[in-house]
């Protein structure tokens, strides 16, 4: 009986220590989302609506790490998690996406493997149910980069991805929303640019690391309400709005897209990772710093092959969430 105990005592720790040895060697895998940035204050939302951004913004992110958590690839978990923000009228994405001068979408999206480097783009489409998946399309089955608007769609369609009429982007609120900016400001007045700076926000993005220790990032939105003459923003442009590289961090960008795409914020916070070892929330706080020396504000998700994460922002308020390996939860709207 004695010898049983021993026996027994001997292998269960024995267990135990293979336990704590298997899990040392685990890799870390983590993901982080934000649904864009803006003048987001509490004192302009109802409880209700928080609640909905909130339980989205889980609902979205609970996608993606179960996809990891089982050894989906991040690609896998980038494409699916922005699908739920695409398909919520709650974003500037793919359904709800702000209107533009002539009351249509025009949508704009990017994808890229931090492993191989590779990217997609589309920009200007107005058919397209999801725009990431067009843009992970353009990537994988184009000799192309970036395609935009009536040939990004028929690209599409040979992909045999989902399409729809315009109209089931558009809703109620982003055409107030485009009403009240066009009564109230000339296009391209001071006024107009304060109106966007205090109501622009929805864009949505998404960086996955999963057990292979791969990285990828993503970005969806429909611009800037107003936008004229095939305006494109910061989101579609690889380097700018959307950038992976495993040997430094993912990132997906949102704010005022002219001045992203001149501080060329995403391929920046990289680079100071990859060639300074700049931790990744310096680097945005960095990079974010040049952004607002030019004049303009947004907000960054960044994680890196660690599973470190950053979500900064130099506006009142970014609706972003973040999971840890454990399935650690961080779902915030506004500072603090
Ligand atoms: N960056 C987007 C654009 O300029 C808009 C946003 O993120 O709010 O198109």
Redesign the pocket.
């Known amino acids: 009986m004695r010898y049983i105990i021993i026996l027994s005592l001997l292998t269960f720790f024995g267990c135990g220590n293979n336990t704590e040895n298997e899990s040392k060697k685990e890799v870390p895998f983590g993901i982080v989302i934000h649904g ?3 003048t987001i204050l509490k004192k302009n939302m109802t409880p209700e609506m928080e609640e909905a951004y909130r339980t989205k913004l889980t609902e979205a992110i609970q996608v993606g790490h179960s996809i990891l958590k089982n050894g989906g690839t991040s690609a896998e978990a980038v494409e699916k998690t922005i699908h739920v923000m695409e398909n919520s009228p709650l974003f ?1 994405a793919g359904k709800g996406a ?1 209107l533009t001068a002539e009351a249509t979408v025009a949508l ?1 999206a990017s994808f890229m493997d931090g492993a191989t480097q590779n990217a997609g783009a589309i920009a200007g489409v107005q058919h397209i149910k999801n725009p990431i998946s067009a843009a992970i399309a353009v990537m994988n089955h184009s000799p192309h980069v970036m395609l935009s608007g009536k040939g990004a769609e028929q690209f599409a369609v040979t992909q045999g991805l989902d399409t729809v009429p315009m109209q089931y982007f558009i809703t109620e609120r982003r055409r107030k929303a485009l009403e009240k900016l066009q009564s109230k400001t000339a296009f391209h007045s001071p006024e107009e640019q304060s109106f966007l700076k205090n109501s ?4 949505v ?1 998404c960086v996955a690391l999963d057990k292979n220790g791969n990285i990828a990032a993503g ?1 969806s ?4 309400t107003n ?1 004229k003459w095939g ?5 579609p442009i690889i380097g700018a ?1 959307t950038y992976a590289n495993n040997n430094s961090c993912g990132v997906s ?6 001045f ?2 001149r501080s060329v914020v995403a391929y920046d916070i990289a680079a100071q990772v990859e060639y300074k070892k700049t931790p990744i929330k310096e680097a945005a706080k960095n990079t974010l710093d040049k952004v607002a020396a030019l004049g303009g504000d ?1 907000g960054v998700i960044v994680l890196d092959k660690n599973g470190n994460v950053a979500m900064e922002f130099n506006t009142a308020g970014m609706y972003r969430a973040h999971m840890n390996k454990q399935g650690e939860l961080d779902v915030k709207i506004y500072k603090n």
Not at 200 to 203: A, D, F, M, N, P
Not at 231 to 235: F, L, Y
Request: glycine fraction near 34%; hydrophobic fraction near 30%.
């Open positions: 864009g940035a803006g500037n702000v704009d622009r926000y929805g864009t993005g970005t939105t429909g611009g800037m936008k305006r494109i923003g910061d989101a709005g960008a949102t704010g005022w897209g002219e992203f795409i947004g």
